[in-house]
């Protein structure tokens, strides 16, 4: 993680090493380009470290929600359907190959205990999943749609965008298809190409609407998908498939919600604000010890959990107090404008420049980084 505290503290000088590169001078970022080739030999001996590389930080075991069970994320979303289908007989899930459990699991053992009436397989075609959850959700169903993967999402882009999004505005709220949920797998694993690895929720993040979420662990998927199922507006639940079998902690077997639009501080600090959600929440974790062992850098670390719409109060709360403000996440440069609203929200507090910093938008995951 010592490359993304660089990227993150030492901006100035990968300027600099740009510089020299485009001069056609040798420079320390030239070699480094040069050290991550495997055909490349060097007398120097460096420390290499993985781009995929994280610990994943458990939270602690919630007490408020009663008892709790041993569970990774992946069965956290089982739980979250069981207890909707168990609580809510309207309820169905669809999409391709649920009814047997779903490529990640999730909906094992559901079409037996609830009927292939209530969780069922559709035929490999997205748009019809979510034109499907649309006209359920509007007759009254809860819908619960699964995408197998996020980036199989865009053939449904026009029925997420010009259908349930603005369902409710074109009949001035005479009807609605707010009971429509959308899961799907979010994000790198490190082998699964560029179809299976995409984090497209920047195309989605501009369309009012709509409310996206994504959750960091276990517990906050299991309240976060229930508050994403119980809302009346149209929602997209992504989940870090990274973290489907990673991720463990003690979750609470009853259903609970976290409420949606709440971003959470998981660590205080003075100097600089870190913003960011899903996976990189456990990569900036190690970015703030080592900005406080090596640098000195106090980080004040947020994880936005619902991206659309988005806690503004929280983040500008942060910004202010820290007089700096960084935003770390894996989809493409598109969703730079969420932080326009806080550097023009919070201009006269924030000190320094307002900074995006973005993973590649492929699956570029074992690129070995310099250390």
Not at 192 to 216: M, T
Not at 275 to 292: D, F, K
Request: aromatic share 10%; glycine share 8%.
């Amino acid at each position: 993680m010592a490359a993304s505290a660089r990227l993150l503290f030492r901006g100035a000088g990968l300027k600099a090493y740009t510089a020299n590169v485009n001069s056609g001078a040798q420079s320390s970022f030239g070699t480094t380009l040069l050290r991550l080739s495997p055909n490349c030999s060097s007398q120097t001996k460096t420390q290499i470290k993985h781009a995929s590389h994280f610990t994943y930080h458990p939270d602690p075991v919630p007490t408020m929600y009663g008892p709790t069970t041993k569970m990774n994320l992946f069965q956290s979303v089982t739980s979250a359907l069981d207890n909707t289908l168990a609580s809510d007989p309207t309820a169905v899930i669809f999409g391709e190959d649920v009814a047997f459990g779903g490529v990640f699991r999730c909906t094992v053992g559901l079409r037996d205990k609830y009927g292939k009436d209530r969780v069922f397989n559709t035929p490999l075609c997205e748009q019809g999943i979510v034109g499907f959850g649309i006209g359920a959700a509007a007759a009254g169903a809860t819908a619960i749609a699964e995408i197998q993967f996020a980036d199989y999402i865009y053939p449904a882009f026009d029925q997420i965008v010009n259908e349930a999004a603005k369902y409710r505005y074109r009949s001035g709220n005479l009807f609605d298809c707010g009971n429509l949920t959308i899961r799907a797998p979010w994000g790198c694993v490190g082998h699964g190409s560029l179809y299976h690895s995409q984090s497209p929720e920047a195309f989605f993040a501009h369309c009012p609407g709509i409310k996206i979420v994504i959750p960091r662990g276990p517990v906050q998927c299991k309240g976060l998908l229930l508050s994403c199922i119980e809302d009346h507006n149209p929602c997209i639940f992504f989940e870090p498939k990274i973290l489907y079998r990673a991720a463990v902690e003690q979750v609470p077997t009853e259903a609970y919600t976290i409420p949606l639009s709440q971003a959470e501080v998981l660590q205080e600090g003075s100097d600089v604000t870190l913003v960011a959600w899903g996976t990189q929440i456990h990569v900036l974790r190690e970015v703030v010890s080592m900005a406080q062992e090596k640098l000195g850098v106090s980080c004040e670390l947020i994880d936005l959990q619902t991206i659309l719409p988005w806690d503004t109060e929280t983040v500008c709360k942060g910004a202010r107090s820290s007089k700096g403000l960084q935003l770390l996440n894996s989809t493409c440069l598109t969703l730079s404008s969420r932080s326009t609203s806080p550097k023009t929200r919070c201009v006269l507090a924030v000190l320094s420049p307002l900074k995006s910093f973005y993973t590649s938008p492929y699956s570029f995951l074992f690129l070995s980084i310099l250390i």
